[in-house]
């Protein structure tokens, strides 16, 4: 299905449809602040290793990223981090960054792997936000790549959509996605390491 949903004012109905499938451990396509991205509820393991097989990788090996609502929901993913993290944290999101933190053991549990760190993304984008605040759980994120040489992300959903359709359950419509990837902050060791220089800009 593909679902077109106002970017700056989504309908109650759509967002409530969205997340209703989710909850039967469908897939999704959706926009971000950066890319479009490809997600599930991380509770709905059979979900995710279907993500796995449509990217073509071992589900234990993945770079899969959590997108939360607020910085209230990562107590239950991630290890207690600083405070100086936490105010990086504060003054740069919600927005186009991705940062790497320490998992709590119920992570590994989540991907069946050994996976000690998380990446955790709060997109400035109204209807993800929407998604993820009526679920109540974060959604589990990877971006949807292009298959052009050149153009390393798709970013009309209807070019998305004919690709997919097939594949995921529903790909939203929230207009042109941007072609920039989030900013990737390493922030599991004393200093932070800039992992991959994106669209957030520090």
């Given at each position: 299905?593909?679902?077109?949903?106002?970017?700056?004012?989504?309908?109650?109905?759509?967002?409530?449809?969205?997340?209703?499938?989710?909850?039967?451990?469908?897939?999704?396509?959706?926009?971000?602040?950066?890319?479009?991205?490809?997600?599930?509820?991380?509770?709905?393991?059979k979900a995710i290793d279907q993500i796995a097989r449509i990217k073509g990788i071992k589900k234990e090996k993945a770079n899969f990223s959590f997108i939360c609502h607020d910085l209230s929901q990562l107590s239950e993913f991630t290890k207690p981090i600083s405070n100086d993290i936490f105010r990086l944290m504060r003054s740069n999101l919600p927005g186009a960054?991705?940062?790497?933190?320490?998992?709590?053991?119920?992570?590994?549990?989540?991907?069946?792997?050994?996976?000690?760190?998380?990446?955790?993304?709060?997109?400035?984008?109204?209807?993800?936000?929407?998604?993820?605040?009526?679920?109540?759980?974060?959604?589990?994120?990877?971006?949807?790549?292009?298959?052009?040489?050149?153009?390393?992300?798709?970013?009309?959903?209807?070019?998305?959509?004919?690709?997919?359709?097939?594949?995921?359950?529903?790909?939203?419509?929230?207009?042109?996605?941007?072609?920039?990837?989030?900013?990737?902050?390493?922030?599991?060791?004393?200093?932070?390491?800039?992992?991959?220089?994106?669209?957030?800009?520090?």
């Amino acid at each position: 299905m593909l679902l077109k949903i106002h970017p700056d004012n989504p309908s109650t109905r759509h967002i409530k449809m969205v997340v209703d499938c989710l909850n039967n451990g469908g897939i999704i396509i959706y926009p971000t602040d950066t890319v479009y991205g490809m997600g599930c509820d991380i509770y709905k393991s059979k979900a995710i290793d279907q993500i796995a097989r449509i990217k073509g990788i071992k589900k234990e090996k993945a770079n899969f990223s959590f997108i939360c609502h607020d910085l209230s929901q990562l107590s239950e993913f991630t290890k207690p981090i600083s405070n100086d993290i936490f105010r990086l944290m504060r003054s740069n999101l919600p927005g186009a960054f991705t940062f790497i933190l320490k998992a709590t053991n119920k992570v590994p549990k989540l991907f069946q792997s050994k996976k000690k760190t998380i990446g955790i993304r709060i997109p400035d984008n109204n209807i993800i936000a929407e998604i993820v605040k009526t679920l109540g759980n974060p959604v589990m994120s990877t971006s949807v790549h292009d298959d052009d040489e050149i153009i390393e992300y798709t970013t009309d959903p209807e070019i998305i959509y004919k690709k997919y359709k097939n594949l995921v359950d529903i790909v939203i419509d929230g207009g042109f996605g941007g072609n920039e990837p989030s900013t990737i902050l390493d922030c599991t060791s004393d200093e932070i390491d800039i992992i991959r220089e994106g669209k957030g800009i520090i």
